[in-house]
């Protein structure tokens, strides 16, 4: 007689068989290796192919062509193949997958560069800051080599890229390995949503990778998309993406606060602020209206992508309970994005959606529409803009001009940020050069890429020796004294449209010159860069010249006698007024309730951290430090440089800089 224990039993054993096949996973002998080919293509974020990407496949390697393709063949003995693409300049992309013996898999992989890269002093850290709002905080001596041995170097190099829905289209393909499975601390196996991930590389004074160290922690503040921050909850957990496995990994959890979400990790790789569901499975065949199957089209399936194959099916691991879950597709040469099925529908793990056949015909199609707007107002600056009478569907999230002296320019080039929406909008191109001609073009960028408008050319007036204003007017000249120093200063940066009404307020962030050049158009932001060093003390252009080498100057050979005084070579303040020297800066310094950055905006200067501009290349690095140069020359060991003040919200301090450097300016009246 069979026991009612024994009958319990079979019940469970039944009902535990029936969810795992309703799912239907594909069970697959782990420790059977496979060989297996990856077909794809490597684009950057404006969907340009990219030459050169190293890609590793286990012991496999191959290098994308001209055209981005590549094709690599391995073996993989576990149960997920995984695929790492890798190129200078960019941040690392990956592919994981479910592995089948002598199966072809195709992919696209979108590498994208780092939102910001910047240097810290290993020995006291700091905290890199995003224009998003999400932040790194990297803590003093706490950086170890990759194998856990002493890191000697004196610099970190810290790249951060944000990954989110605010990316649109490009967000799914640079999601490490182009998968949100999981799994969590009861190792059980998860599909994800995520509300923001960050990707933070570390390097030191030769390039290599570092690491925090053992017992260190740092914390990390991701930015909550706008279509999110209504969902978001108050607490959610971290996820990091192991490369081992091919997965994401459940450690710890983040906290909301704001439309912000804080959490703390004991290592830098990228994390993942998501909400867990139990996987479950779409699959589907494409054809167009003729029934020819539809190979290799790369289909968007709620926050993933996966690609059809040679017989146009496709199948994706999605989360189960969550809807509505939308499949589109995006046509790159049309620039639109097309919905092909909206499954709302209740899901749960114990069914597997199988769509049967979706016809190409017929489908919600949307294009993006921009336009151009005339040049004028032409001298080494000039105004242009765009209109935008279509938005392709999903909703425009930036837009500006892009140029160059080169014709079709795009984002990678000048470029830009005049918020977002349809309708028009005025931009400003600064930072050019006289007597030379530019392309210019509207852009406007979606979850299905970015669009460009016709293409304008314009040339710019002679330059000369007058003075370029970056946003079209002077600085105002308005006063303010220091009582315990008894001096007086302008109110605000050279080239700000505002004193500082907080110590990260753009408006008051002003230019950022090069020491002892004048105001040509060099010190705006967005000047374009020259690697040709001046021999002369006015060159004749307005480029930020850049230097990777040597005494790092502009000028060669050096000239001591410039920003001297009043009535010094190059003074770039306003009639009266002049650079500071290293003690009147300090002297303001000392003054100071709080030694850092904070104390520098509660000081009668308010005095912002307006960032700087690398000698080396021209990169932009704002919000985490402040840096003003004085008039006052190196010597010594330091004779190459010039003097300045530097603050963050730890500390403040005089240093010398390399003068190629590009620092903010704040004037003394003489």
């Given at each position: 007689?069979?026991?009612m ?7 469970m054993t ?10 239907e ?5 782990p420790?059977?290796e496979?060989?297996?080919?990856v077909?794809?293509?490597v684009l950057?974020?404006d969907?340009?192919a ?11 390697s ?9 094709s690599?063949?391995?073996?993989v003995s576990?149960e997920?193949g995984?695929?790492i ?14 592995a089948?013996?002598?199966?072809n898999?195709?992919t696209?992989?979108?590498?994208g560069q780092?939102d910001?890269?910047?240097t810290l ?15 790194v905080?990297?803590p003093?001596?706490?950086?170890t ?6 890191y000697?170097?004196?610099?970190v190099?810290?790249d951060v ?7 649109g ?8 390995g182009?998968?949100?499975?999981a ?6 196996e ?12 570390l ?19 991701f930015?909550?998309?706008a279509g999110q921050?209504?969902s ?9 993406f192991d ?8 450690d710890?959890?983040?906290?909301k ?17 998501d909400q ?8 589907g065949?494409?054809?167009d209206?003729?029934?020819n199957?539809?190979?290799n ?10 690609q059809?194959?040679?017989n146009?099916c ?29 499954l709302?529908s209740?899901i749960?793990?114990s ?6 056949t ?7 199609c949307?294009s993006?529409t ?9 001298s ?6 765009g ?6 569907g ?7 001009v ?10 990678a ?5 005049d ?8 931009s ?7 007597n ?10 979606n979850?299905?890429?970015t ?6 050319s ?7 020796s ?7 007017t ?15 200063w302008?109110?605000?940066?050279l080239g700000?449209s505002q004193?500082a ?5 753009a ?10 050049r ?9 000047s ?5 060093l001046?021999?002369t ?6 480029d930020?010249?850049t230097?990777?080498?040597g005494?790092?100057d502009?000028r060669?050979p ?8 009043v ?7 306003p009639?009266g ?14 003054s100071?309730?709080?030694n850092?950055s904070?104390g520098?905006?509660?000081?009668p ?7 700087n ?11 985490s ?5 004085s008039?006052?020359v190196?010597?010594g060991?330091?004779s ?5 003040l530097?603050?963050s919200s ?21």
């Amino acid at each position: 007689m069979v026991s009612m224990k024994n009958i319990v039993f079979y019940i469970m054993t039944i009902i535990t068989i029936l969810f795992w096949v309703g799912c239907e996973k594909e069970l697959i002998n782990p420790s059977a290796e496979k060989t297996v080919t990856v077909n794809g293509i490597v684009l950057n974020e404006d969907g340009v192919a990219l030459n050169g990407v190293s890609l590793s496949f286990g012991t496999a390697s191959a290098t994308s062509d001209v055209s981005g393709a590549f094709s690599v063949t391995g073996a993989v003995s576990g149960e997920r193949g995984i695929l790492i693409a890798e190129l200078p300049g960019y941040m690392k992309g990956s592919y994981s997958f479910l592995a089948e013996a002598n199966k072809n898999y195709t992919t696209k992989v979108i590498l994208g560069q780092a939102d910001v890269s910047t240097t810290l002093p290993s020995a006291t850290g700091g905290i890199v800051s995003l224009s998003s709002g999400a932040q790194v905080v990297i803590p003093a001596n706490a950086v170890t080599r990759m194998d856990g041995s002493t890191y000697n170097g004196t610099t970190v190099k810290v790249d951060v890229k944000e990954i989110n829905e605010d990316l649109g289209a490009a967000f799914s393909a640079q999601i490490p390995g182009i998968t949100l499975s999981a799994i969590n601390i009861n190792n059980e196996e998860q599909e994800l949503v995520s509300y923001g991930m960050l990707t933070v590389e570390l390097y030191g004074d030769n390039n290599e990778a570092l690491q925090l160290a053992d017992g260190q922690t740092s914390e990390l503040t991701f930015t909550i998309p706008a279509g999110q921050q209504a969902s978001a909850p108050a607490t959610i957990p971290l996820w990091y993406f192991d490369e081992t496995i091919g997965l994401w990994r459940e450690d710890g959890y983040a906290t909301k606060q704001g439309n912000q979400y804080k959490g703390n990790v004991s290592h830098f790789t990228t994390w993942n602020c998501d909400q867990p569901h139990p996987p479950c499975t779409i699959s589907g065949c494409l054809e167009d209206d003729l029934g020819n199957a539809q190979a290799n089209i790369t289909l968007q399936i709620g926050q993933i992508t996966t690609q059809t194959d040679a017989n146009g099916c496709f199948s994706a691991s999605v989360p189960a309970q969550f809807l509505p879950i939308n499949i589109s597709f995006t046509d790159y040469v049309q620039m639109q994005s097309c919905l092909l099925y909206t499954l709302s529908s209740v899901i749960n793990p114990s069914v597997n959606y199988n769509l049967g056949t979706i016809v190409l015909s017929n489908l919600n199609c949307i294009s993006l529409t921009v336009s151009t707007l005339p040049v004028v107002n032409i001298s080494t600056t000039a105004t242009s803009g765009g209109n935008i009478t279509n938005n392709g569907g999903p909703p425009i999230t930036q837009r500006g001009v892009v140029w160059s002296t080169t014709p079709n320019p795009t984002t990678a080039n000048n470029n830009t940020i005049d918020g977002s929406g349809t309708g028009s909008f005025s931009s400003t191109l600064t930072g050019l050069t006289a007597n030379t001609t530019y392309y210019v073009r509207a852009y406007a960028t979606n979850s299905a890429g970015t669009a460009y408008g016709n293409e304008v050319s314009f040339t710019t007036t002679a330059g000369g020796s007058g003075t370029v204003h970056c946003t079209g007017t002077p600085t105002a000249v308005v006063d303010v004294t220091n009582p315990s120093t008894g001096k007086i200063w302008m109110d605000r940066n050279l080239g700000a449209s505002q004193a500082a009404t907080s110590s990260t307020d753009a408006n008051s962030y002003g230019d950022l010159y090069q020491w002892g050049r004048r105001a040509d158009g060099h010190q705006c932001r967005t000047s374009p860069t020259t690697a040709t060093l001046s021999s002369t003390d006015q060159p004749a252009h307005g480029d930020f010249i850049t230097i990777d080498s040597g005494n790092y100057d502009w000028r060669s050979p050096q000239n001591d006698n410039l920003w001297q005084g009043v009535n010094g070579i190059n003074n770039p303040c306003p009639s009266g007024y002049r650079l500071p020297t290293n003690a009147e800066l300090d002297a303001e310094r000392a003054s100071w309730s709080q030694n850092n950055s904070a104390g520098a905006f509660a000081s009668p200067l308010k005095l912002p951290r307006a960032g700087n501009r690398e000698a080396s290349d021209g990169s932009l690095y704002v919000g985490s430090y402040g840096e003003y140069w004085s008039s006052t020359v190196g010597t010594g060991a330091n004779s190459e440089e010039a003097g300045g003040l530097i603050f963050s919200s730890s500390s403040a301090y005089m240093l010398y800089n390399d003068r190629a450097e590009g620092l903010s300016v704040r004037c003394i009246k003489d």
